[in-house]
T-cell receptor, first 112, second 112 residues
Framework: GDSVTQMEGPVTLSEEAFLTINCTYT??????LFWYVQYPGEGLQLLLK?????DKGSNKGFEATYRKETTSFHLEKGSVQVSDSAVYFC???????????FGPGTRLSVLP | DTGVSQDPRHKITKRGQNVTFRCDPI?????LYWYRQTLGQGPEFLTY????????KSRLLSDRFSAERPKGSFSTLEIQRTEQGDSAMYLC??????????FGQGTRLTVV
């Protein structure tokens, strides 16, 4: 079945550091790919998405590019802030959107 | 419409009792999902509705779990004879025909 793998956390960075969180997936067909963020005590919020190969999703300084050849959707941000501290989930949705499959999450802590 | 709403936010119950959770999706969304999230893990798929039809159920959904979505509007998730292993955050999400899932704040269940 479909699955998502992402780098284990926690990731601890200093403010203004560069962030990469790796995500790879296994899926049949051509899934849509998502990054969700979960702040402490809150529900999941969509951060960005990409629906086809080579699409780049971006939001709030975060970016991820849908790479079909490497089945990857790595999350990047050039300069993280303390307010970016949260858990980040990579996810996919199959061709027919029957189900969203999530990775285990990566906890990011940004220190001032 | 302010998004996906879940009720209650927190529930503490004794082992063996039945509990019921409610989810009100975004009104124009025809798809509704239930997920379970335990500490440090990503959301695990439980079940999915398209309008009032329950189209997919996870193996995680034992016969103690039942979900309904009468008239394709709100949904309920019932757990009968609760066990300590049922303690988790139960997340509801909705989506339009094709697109990202919008999540509620979740219901945190504690079985004592």
């Amino acid at each position: 079945g479909d699955s998502v793998t992402q780098m284990e956390g926690p990731v601890t960075l200093s403010e203004e550091a560069f962030l990469t969180i790796n995500c790879t997936y296994t899926a049949t067909g051509y899934p849509s790919l998502f990054w969700y963020v979960q702040y402490p005590g809150e529900g999941l919020q969509l951060l960005l998405k990409a629906t086809k190969a080579d699409d780049k999703g971006s939001n709030k300084g975060f970016e991820a590019t849908y790479r079909k050849e490497t089945t990857s959707f790595h999350l990047e941000k050039g300069s993280v802030q303390v307010s970016d501290s949260a858990v980040y989930f990579c996810a996919l949705s199959s061709d027919y959107g029957q189900n969203f499959v999530f990775g285990p999450g990566t906890r990011l802590s940004v220190l001032p | 419409d302010t998004g996906v709403s879940q009720d209650p936010r927190h529930k503490i119950t004794k082992r063996g009792q039945n509990v019921t959770f409610r989810c009100d999706p975004i009104s124009e969304h025809n798809r509704l999902y239930w997920y379970r999230q335990t500490l440090g893990q990503g959301p695990e798929f439980l079940t999915y509705f398209q309008n009032e039809a329950q189209l997919e159920k996870s193996r995680l959904l034992s016969d103690r779990f039942s979900a309904e979505r009468p008239k394709g509007s709100f949904s309920t998730l019932e757990i009968q004879r609760t066990e300590q292993g049922d303690s988790a955050m139960y997340l509801c999400a909705s989506s339009p025909w094709a697109g990202e899932a919008f999540f509620g704040q979740g219901t945190r269940l504690t079985v004592v």
